[in-house]
């Protein structure tokens, strides 16, 4: 009877318990579900207030826009629960409310940030309206590249930003979300990311210096090299030791795309006048670059050739297989900007002589010397045939009516090295090696005719070869030891993309890097951007 009486006691004591729990469950889903009506009704009374225009600076329109956005939520806030935001919406308000974590131009953007004083659902409002702009650069792109001038945008429609935002997963973070929105390029949040990096390190000044060789080196009395890594955030104190003040300069000279010997040349001067705010003008049009190769290019294999880097990495979905540094045009011959399908790699090949390097270049070298073409193993064509360049009166032979074409056989010595990739397009503009090695040492490599020499190129055509499992992937040394010309055709073609960059990630590092605008591509781009306090 006690046992039953016992039990009887325990099964109260649980069913008190259980309902208790039930009751405090009920209580709290009850509380929430009053809350939830209460932000709604505080989102509705806001959109209800014609000052709200006043005290947010928005138009007549901003304010129809958000009614029809919400209209589509019953009033729900996206961001705001039971009034509260936590940290990662707090972090991603910032985010949108700032032109530079955002990669943009000063006030490019219509929609001015919220001030630090409006209260949660103020700034929920002008994030909407400004997210809602940034969707509509993301699909158009800001610039113009063909007509060099800054593009207008607009507001994504209500109902599109509201299916955006529903379609969001709840694992992925909104910033990741919002800066991969219509990009397929996996280069595009990484880039992104390490332009942010940047810029919070870095105080974006815009001031400009005049340093100048001989006077300005790492041991002037002036110190102005020290000055002005101070001035630039990259050094917080001049008094230092030139050990340690070598070291920051070396530092400064790989992010920007020098070699980092510590040593003040003229690429190093040209780099220490450069301002803080012209780097980060360089990674917003990098960023900006790659968001416009169009989404049918971007496919399982890539090679990306970035002039002003001077490198060349080859890609095989989002891993990088290898990178290889490179050569190209000088500044009368410069390598174009194009992008074209890879069709064969050529072995031990000729080099035809381009038609305006042999009626210039090579011709006047036989007007003054008539063995010229025996010494460096060329050979004279007329009608496709070989024929003896013996008797020829070279000072007869007008350069506007040069009757030959000119071959050089293959081998070491030859222009184009041992190997050579073919991607035919309209500017003859091919990949090869080249018997100059010592070139790849100087940190601008601008010396071809507009070709991209490449270093260790059998390397990148042995990774071609592999991944495609092609049937000669093991016999490239093999075939160039046969010394005849051989074209091995590329069955699983892929794209070559020569583009202009003048900031990009490193795969190394995974850190931002900054280059010189070698041939001048950019300074009428950066010329559309406000200067600061503008």
Same mark, same amino acid.
């Given at each position: 009877m006690?046992?039953?009486t016992?039990?009887a006691?325990i099964c ?10 039930f009751c405090k469950?009920?209580?709290?889903e009850s509380?929430s /579900?009053?809350q939830q009506?209460?932000d709604? *009704?505080?989102?509705?009374l806001?959109?209800?207030?014609d000052?709200?225009?006043?005290s947010l ?6 304010l129809n826009?958000l ?6 939520r ?5 961001w705001?629960k039971?009034s509260?935001?936590?940290n990662?919406e707090?972090e991603f308000f910032d985010f949108?409310? #700032? ?13 001015p940030?919220?001030e630090?004083?409006?209260d @949660? ?10 997210? #809602?702009?940034?969707?509509?650069i993301?699909?158009k &792109?800001?610039i113009?590249f063909?007509?060099?001038v800054?593009?207008k ?10 299916q955006? $935002?529903?379609l ?6 909104w910033?990741?979300y919002v800066i =991969?929105y *219509? ?5 595009i ?6 332009i ?5 390190k870095?105080?974006?000044n815009?001031? #400009?210096?005049?340093?100048n ?13 020290a000055?002005?890594l101070k001035a630039?955030?990259f050094?917080?104190?001049?008094n230092i ?5 070598r070291?920051?300069l070396s530092?400064?000279q ?10 003040v ?16 003008y ?9 968001k ?8 399982s ?14 890609y095989?979905a989002d891993?990088?297989?290898s990178?290889h540094?490179? !050569? ?10 194009f992008q ?8 031990y ?12 270049? $090579?011709?006047?070298a036989?007007r003054r ?11 004279l064509l007329?009608? &496709?045939?070989? !024929?003896?360049p013996?008797? @020829? ?5 007008? +350069?506007n009516n ?5 071959r050089?056989?293959? &081998?070491?010595?030859?222009?184009l090295g041992? $190997?050579k990739?073919?991607?035919?397009n ?5 990949? %090869?090696d080249t018997?100059?090695?010592y070139?790849?040492?100087r940190?601008?490599?601008?010396f071809s %005719?507009?070709c991209?020499r ?6 990148? =055509?042995r990774y ?8 000669y992937?093991d #016999?490239?040394? +093999?075939? @160039?030891?046969?010394k005849?010309?051989?074209y091995?055709?590329? /069955?699983?073609?892929?794209p070559? %993309?020569v583009?202009y960059?003048?900031?990009?990630r490193d795969d190394?590092? &995974?850190?931002i890097?900054?280059?010189?605008d070698?041939?001048d591509?950019?300074?009428n ?8 306090? +503008?």
């Amino acid at each position: 009877m006690k046992i039953v009486t016992l039990l009887a006691r325990i099964c109260l004591f649980i069913l008190l318990l259980v309902t208790m729990t039930f009751c405090k469950t009920e209580e709290s889903e009850s509380f929430s /579900n009053q809350q939830q009506t209460k932000d709604q *009704k505080a989102i509705a009374l806001m959109l209800d207030d014609d000052n709200l225009i006043a005290s947010l600076q928005l138009k007549t329109e901003d304010l129809n826009y958000l009614r029809e956005f919400y209209a589509f939520r019953k009033f729900d806030p996206v961001w705001i629960k039971d009034s509260l935001l936590d940290n990662a919406e707090r972090e991603f308000f910032d985010f949108i409310n #700032s032109d530079i974590k955002l990669n943009l131009p000063p006030k490019k953007l219509y929609t001015p940030p919220f001030e630090s004083h409006y209260d @949660i659902f103020k700034k929920e409002l002008v994030t909407l309206l400004r997210l #809602s702009e940034y969707l509509d650069i993301q699909e158009k &792109g800001f610039i113009n590249f063909k007509d060099t001038v800054l593009r207008k945008h607009e507001q994504i429609k209500a109902d599109r930003l509201h299916q955006f $935002i529903k379609l969001k997963a709840n694992e992925v973070p909104w910033k990741d979300y919002v800066i =991969c929105y *219509k990009q397929k390029d996996f280069r595009i949040l990484p880039l992104h990311l390490v332009i942010n990096d940047f810029t919070a390190k870095y105080p974006l000044n815009d001031g #400009s210096y005049e340093l100048n060789l001989p006077d300005d080196t790492l041991g002037h009395p002036d110190n102005r090299v020290a000055a002005v890594l101070k001035a630039r955030g990259f050094l917080g104190d001049t008094n230092i030791s030139m050990d340690s003040l070598r070291k920051v300069l070396s530092n400064y000279q790989y992010l920007n795309g020098l070699n980092p010997d510590g040593k003040v040349g003229k690429n190093t001067i040209h780099i220490l006048n450069e301002s803080n705010m012209t780097r980060y003008y360089k990674g917003i049009l990098a960023l900006e670059k790659i968001k416009s190769i169009p989404d049918s290019t971007v496919g399982s294999k890539f090679i990306d050739v970035n002039i002003p880097s001077f490198m060349l990495k080859f890609y095989n979905a989002d891993t990088l297989v290898s990178e290889h540094s490179i !050569v190209v045009g000088a500044a009368v011959t410069q390598t174009p900007e194009f992008q074209a399908p890879i069709k064969n790699i050529v072995t031990y090949p000729y080099w035809h002589v381009p038609y305006s390097i042999a009626s210039k270049e $090579i011709l006047a070298a036989l007007r003054r010397d008539p063995n010229y073409l025996q010494k460096n193993n060329y050979e004279l064509l007329k009608n &496709g045939k070989v !024929v003896s360049p013996d008797n @020829i009166d070279w000072k007869s032979i007008p +350069s506007n009516n040069f009757p030959y074409r000119i071959r050089q056989k293959g &081998g070491p010595s030859n222009s184009l090295g041992l $190997i050579k990739i073919l991607f035919p397009n309209e500017y003859a503009v091919y990949i %090869h090696d080249t018997p100059s090695k010592y070139l790849f040492k100087r940190d601008i490599r601008t010396f071809s %005719h507009g070709c991209i020499r490449v270093e260790d190129p059998i390397e990148l =055509c042995r990774y071609i070869l592999e991944l495609e499992d092609h049937l000669y992937r093991d #016999s490239l040394q +093999s075939l @160039i030891a046969r010394k005849e010309q051989t074209y091995l055709k590329i /069955n699983d073609q892929f794209p070559v %993309h020569v583009k202009y960059r003048t900031a990009e990630r490193d795969d190394s590092t &995974g850190m931002i890097r900054f280059y010189k605008d070698v041939y001048d591509r950019e300074k009428n781009y950066i010329r559309l951007f406000p200067k600061p306090g +503008s």
